[in-house]
């Protein structure tokens, strides 16, 4: 009987990915190349625990001296059953549908070392969680044209979302399913992304449907009818369901009007920098951490914690 088995090398491979240093700018590491343009990362930013790992990376074209910038590279959780795997796959597929400026857009797709990696556009700006950990660090959160600015932004994004329609002009029924703020960026341009449209439901023809009582995304935003494990019944009323977004996005540009006249992208970068450049003494710790990775966030009581330190 030999002494090493197919499960020790494995749990060897395993042990050597985790002891792997994370990529930095000076040590970035390979990712993969696609038509020509290699991409490697630089940074991890969010490691999730599903085991969903966000890095920041940046490109190379082999064939020309340009260089194309930087993007996002997703690497999703490895499905175990061949439905997940589809359904993983369909999802991705929908994502590319999606083509709005408040949309984040996907790019590509890739398996590297069994994993799916997606490769999405980049934001040269703060997610909105670091911008709520900031406003924590410095005792005050932003401001209400702020969150109504972005608000609305957000909400545009979903109504796109729920009214794409197919080649034959029906409705695809798609809900994001996990808008939290940490799929939210505001760029340097004031500019606002939602991100992480890999856990979207659609009624796409053929698409293997996800279970009635599966929650994605993160409950603690998840809606009262989800955290209910009611079903989202879509295919009954699906403008009564979709009705909300654009009702949310029209409410908050309605109010942003009235009581903050002239607020916009220039004003909402110009305070996220504000509110940064004051909380920036807690910020690093707080997005990174020790260990060079921010995992999931601190709860407030935590942020306190640090504040007073």
Known sequence: MPDTTTDDLARTKAAQRRRQLPPTPDRP??????????????????????GELLMLAQRFSERAPTLPGFCFVRRLANPSTYLQRTRLGEEIQLAFRLRHPAIAQVFHRKVRQGALHVVMESVDGPSLETLVSAGVARGRPVSESFALYVGAEIAEALHHAHTLTDAAGQSLGVIHRDVNPRHVYVGTQGEVKLTNFGAAYSLVVGREESPANLVRGDVAYASPDVKAMLHVALRANPDERFATAADMRDAMRVALARRHPGYGRQEAAAEWAQVLAEGSGLRDAVEFGEGGLFREGLEVHELEGLKRE
């Open 29 to 50: 590491l390979h990712l993969f190349t696609l038509d020509g343009i290699r991409y490697e990362a630089v940074r991890e930013l969010v490691l999730m625990q599903t």
